[in-house]
């Protein structure tokens, strides 16, 4: 059997590495083609953020808006507190300067007299029109005025220099507050842009139920199923005292609504209130509860339009109504 050189290959076993570079690709091309089509190595996708998930960022950026307003709150009393002190040292120094001014007018023109006049004169008028037993006292009353007037000067100046000073105190610190509240006020600005920027993103979302009206319009994932969960209830009795699943009470019928979501509320109007996040009529979104009277009596689950659905009374059953048939007492979020 004839031997090939070392430096030969049998026919048709060519070991060239392009060759099997090139076959090596073209397998794992295949490979990863079917692991795509298969969803092996899809691009992770990216859920958008959920309602609670937006609402907890929310939050964070008030934890530290809601400090920046106490403070601006707080530095714009201060402010108008001394604003208050510096008009009324103003109202005490103007009949001070009117009076240091008219002081300053008397010894000018007790001054200018003597210069015009001379001393001598006034003694000579005094020698003649005045009896000997009263030279020495209307002499003696002359040096008084002149003592007096002196007297009079400093003492309003030194009054006035003393309001000036707390005027001045008081401009200083009204200045620094007036900084103060600027800077606060950017700040409070900045955060509530931030805060309006993550309320925009939160989703609008649809909830169809076949006893309450379509809802367009952000609501959570508890508030949703609140919703359907208390829809579902509409036409049952109202039974004094009932938390369903058959009849309810008003504060019976939200209870079990948010338990179904996994938020347990008590079975108490009073209670209720208590246990939701305080929310602004302006602000209420469906799923918050709607509380009327100023005692707190009644409840509803708003469904938003000014609608709610509710166990109204005896004799009439669970049912949507409008909110407006009741003072409303405010809104609460569980």
């Known amino acids: 059997m004839a031997i090939l050189p070392p ?9 060239r590495p392009g060759g099997l570079r090139r076959a090596a690709h073209r397998l794992l091309t295949l490979v990863a083609a079917a692991a795509v089509g298969a969803g092996l190595l899809a691009a992770p996708a990216y859920a958008a953020p959920s309602v609670e998930e937006i609402e907890a960022q929310i939050d964070k950026q008030w934890e530290q808006l809601e400090p920046t307003i106490e403070q601006y709150n707080k530095v714009r009393a201060q402010l108008k507190k001394n604003r208050s002190k510096a008009a009324d040292l103003e109202k005490k120094i103007q ?5 240091s001014e008219l002081a300053m007018d008397r010894v000018g023109d007790l001054a200018s007299r003597y210069y015009i006049t001379g001393p001598s004169q006034d003694v000579a008028a005094l020698l003649v029109s005045a009896k000997p037993s009263t030279l020495t006292e209307q002499l003696t009353l002359l040096d008084r005025l002149a003592a007096q007037e002196r007297k009079q000067i400093e003492g309003v100046l030194a009054v006035r220099k003393k309001y000036d000073d707390q005027k001045q105190q008081l401009e200083a610190l009204i200045a620094d507050q007036v900084k103060q ?16 920027r993550l309320e925009k993103m939160l989703p609008v979302t649809t ?15 508890k508030a949703r199923i609140a919703i359907r969960t208390a829809c579902a ?8 005292g009932a938390d369903g699943p058959n009849s309810f009470d008003c504060s019976g019928l939200t209870q079990y609504a948010y338990k ?6 008590t079975h108490h109007t009073g209670a209720q209130w208590n246990e939701g996040k305080a929310i ?17 009596h009644h409840v509803g689950l708003y469904l938003g339009n000014d609608k709610m659905v509710h166990a109204p009374r005896a004799g009439k059953p669970v049912n949507v109504s409008s909110i407006n048939t009741m003072p409303v007492a405010g809104f609460r979020r569980p």
Do not use: M
């Open 95 to 99: 009949p001070l300067a009117l009076e």
């Open 280 to 296: 602004s009529r302006s602000d209420a979104r469906p799923g918050d509860l709607v509380f009327f009277f100023s005692d707190l």
């Open 181 to 196: 509240q600027d800077e606060l006020a950017t700040k409070k600005k900045h955060i509530e842009g931030e805060v309006k």
């Open 233 to 240: 209830q509409v036409g049952k009795p109202y039974v004094w």
């Open 207 to 221: 909830v169809k139920t076949d006893q309450c009206p379509t809802i367009n319009g952000v609501v959570s994932e």
């Open 7 to 15: 430096h030969r290959h049998a026919p048709g076993r060519s070991a």
């Open 260 to 265: 179904a979501a996994g938020v347990y509320l």
